[in-house]
C-alpha cells in the first residue's frame, strides 16, 4: 500500500516561512516525478512545483516563483516545500502527489495523492 504524508502546515504571519514534507511508505520517491498542489475551497486546484526524477530545474507556478523551493531527499524518501515570503493569497490546503512517471512533462498522471496540509497565512 502507497501512502504519502504531507507535515509542516499551519498558521503563519505575512512574510512568514514554513517548509513542508511529504513522506512516504511503499513507494520511492525519487523514482517518479513529485509536485506540490494546493487548493482553496470553492477554486480549482493549482499546481505549485514539480520535480522531475533525474533532478534538473523544478516547475513552479508563476504565483510562487522566487519564494517557493521544491526538493527531495532521497534517504529520507521525502519531499519538501520551502516557502518563503508567505502572503495570505498562500492561504490553502496543501497536497502532494506523485506521477507514475520520471519526468514532469509529457505523457503521465498523477498516480498517487496524499491527504494534505492545511497553510494559513494570517496575521
Known amino acids: 500500500q502507497v501512502l504519502l504524508e504531507e507535515s509542516g502546515g499551519g498558521p503563519v504571519q505575512p512574510g512568514g516561512s514554513l517548509r513542508l514534507s511529504c513522506s512516504s511508505s511503499g513507494i520511492t520517491l525519487d523514482n517518479y516525478a513529485i509536485g506540490w498542489f494546493r487548493q482553496v475551497p470553492g477554486k480549482e486546484r493549482e499546481e505549485v512545483s514539480c520535480?522531475?526524477?533525474?533532478?534538473?530545474?523544478?516547475r513552479y507556478a508563476d504565483s510562487v516563483k522566487g519564494r517557493f523551493t521544491i526538493s527531495r531527499d532521497a534517504a529520507k524518501n521525502t519531499v519538501y516545500l520551502q516557502m518563503n515570503s508567505l502572503t495570505p493569497e498562500d492561504t490553502a490546503i496543501y497536497s502532494c502527489a506523485t506521477r507514475d512517471v520520471r519526468s514532469c512533462t509529457g505523457y503521465g498522471y498523477w498516480l498517487y495523492w496524499g491527504q494534505g496540509t492545511q497553510v494559513v497565512v494570517s496575521s
Open positions: 520535480l522531475s526524477a533525474s533532478g534538473g530545474s523544478p
